[in-house]
C-alpha cells in the first residue's frame, strides 16, 4: 500500500458503527422508562438479565413468544409513517403469550436495514418501546444490523421476541367444556395480517397511499397503519378474575382458523355471524377485491381480534369487566360438541 494512503474502513463498506452506537444513545430513555420489577442492568451488555424472583414469581413457567409484522411494514416504508409499526410488532407478541396464560415480562427487537437512518429506526424503536409500556412489559434488549447488500436502501425488517411467565398450573387452555361462551372483543383494524392481500386490493383499486381513505377519515395509508390492539392488561385482569377457560388471538387464519387452537378433541366453537357489525375496512375489502364471505372469515380478524372462552356463569361479569377496562365486549356464540367453526347467520 502506498504511504499515506487511507485503507479500506467498514463505514466504506457501508456500515456505520457511529451510526448504531448514535441509535443505542438515543432508545436508551424509551427503554429505560419501559423498565419493571424484575428488570437488572439495561442496554449495552452482551445479554439481558431479568429476575423473576423479584417480579413476583415462586414457582414459574416461562412462555415465549415471536413474530413480525409481515408486510404492513412495505405501506409504512412508502409513507415514511413509521411511529406505530413498532406497537404492531409487540402487539402480535404479547398477544399471543397472554393466550397461554401468561404474562409477559420482557421483549427484544431485532431490526435489520440495509442502511441504518438514525432517525428513522428511533421512531421505530419508540413505537416498540410505547408498545412495551402499553402492556407492562419492559424493552431489555435488541440488535440492530445494518446489512448493504440485503436490503434496497430505505427498506427494513423487525422481528420481535417477547418471554412472559406464569405460576406453575395456570397454564391455558384449560377447562374448555360444552356450554362454555365465546366472548369477542373488538379489533380497530386489520391488525397485521393479510396485508399482502390488503396491498394487492389497494392495487386493484388504483388508490395510492395519500388518498382519502374510503372507509374512514384520513389517508389510505394512514387508516391501515392503524396500530394492532394491546390486550394484554384487560385479558390478564380477566383471567386472575376467574372462568377464563380459553384465549384466541386472531391473526393469520382469521375467525376460521383461530379458534379451534382452544378447543379439546369433539368440541367446536358455535359463532353468531350477526352478533356484530363488520367493521367498514373489512367491508370495503370485501367489495372491491370481491370476496366470498368464506374467503373473508378465513383471512382477516373481521373486527374480532382477541376471543375469550368463558364459563357460562362467568359470562356476564367477565363482559361487564372487559366493558369497564374499554372493551367492546360481544357475546359471539357458544362452545358445542362437533369440530372446528360452526358459522350461524351472515356476516356480509
Not at 233 to 249: E, T
Not at 259 to 276: H, K, N, T, Y
Amino acid at each position: 500500500m502506498t504511504k499515506g494512503q487511507n485503507g479500506l474502513t467498514y463505514a466504506d463498506a457501508g456500515v456505520d458503527i457511529d451510526a448504531g452506537n448514535a441509535l443505542v444513545e438515543r432508545i436508551k430513555p424509551a427503554a429505560r422508562a419501559t423498565n419493571r420489577p424484575g428488570v437488572m442492568g439495561g442496554l449495552g451488555g452482551f445479554g439481558a438479565l431479568f429476575d423473576l424472583k423479584a417480579a413476583g414469581y415462586h414457582d414459574p413457567v416461562l412462555v415465549a413468544a415471536t413474530d413480525g409484522v409481515g408486510t404492513k411494514l412495505r405501506i409504512a416504508i412508502d409513507t415514511g409513517h413509521m411511529d406505530t409499526i413498532g406497537i404492531d410488532l409487540v402487539a402480535m407478541c404479547v398477544n399471543d403469550l397472554v393466550c397461554q396464560g401468561a404474562e409477559p415480562l420482557f421483549f427484544l427487537d431485532y431490526f435489520a436495514t440495509g442502511k441504518l437512518e438514525v432517525d428513522q429506526a428511533a421512531r421505530i424503536i419508540a413505537g416498540i418501546a410505547k408498545g412495551c409500556a402499553d402492556s407492562g412489559c419492559a424493552l431489555i434488549g435488541g440488535e440492530t444490523a445494518e446489512m448493504p447488500g440485503m436490503y434496497h436502501r430505505g427498506d427494513f425488517d423487525l422481528a420481535g421476541f417477547a418471554v412472559g411467565a406464569m405460576e406453575r398450573g395456570g397454564e391455558l387452555p384449560s377447562g374448555v367444556q360444552a356450554g362454555d361462551v365465546i366472548l369477542g372483543l373488538a379489533s380497530n383494524g386489520v391488525h397485521s395480517n393479510g396485508y399482502s392481500f390488503v396491498r394487492k386490493v389497494v392495487e386493484l383499486s388504483g388508490l395510492g397511499w395519500d388518498a382519502p381513505s374510503p372507509f374512514s377519515d384520513g389517508s389510505l395509508g394512514q387508516a391501515l397503519l392503524t396500530p394492532t390492539r394491546l390486550y394484554v392488561r384487560q385479558v390478564l385482569a380477566a383471567i386472575r378474575a376467574g372462568g377464563v377457560h380459553g384465549l384466541a388471538h386472531i391473526t393469520g387464519g382469521g375467525l376460521t382458523e383461530n379458534p379451534p387452537r382452544v378447543l379439546p378433541e369433539g368440541l367446536a366453537c358455535e359463532i353468531d355471524l350477526s352478533s356484530w357489525t363488520l367493521p367498514p375496512v373489512f367491508r370495503w375489502l370485501a367489495t372491491t377485491a370481491n370476496m366470498a364471505e368464506a374467503e373473508l372469515l378465513k383471512t382477516f380478524n373481521c373486527g374480532i381480534g382477541m376471543m375469550l372462552v368463558v364459563g357460562a356463569d362467568r359470562a356476564e361479569p367477565l363482559a361487564a369487566q372487559l366493558a369497564d377496562a374499554g372493551e367492546t365486549v360481544t357475546a359471539l356464540g357458544r362452545i358445542v360438541e362437533g369440530q372446528g367453526v360452526i358459522y350461524r347467520g351472515r356476516l356480509l
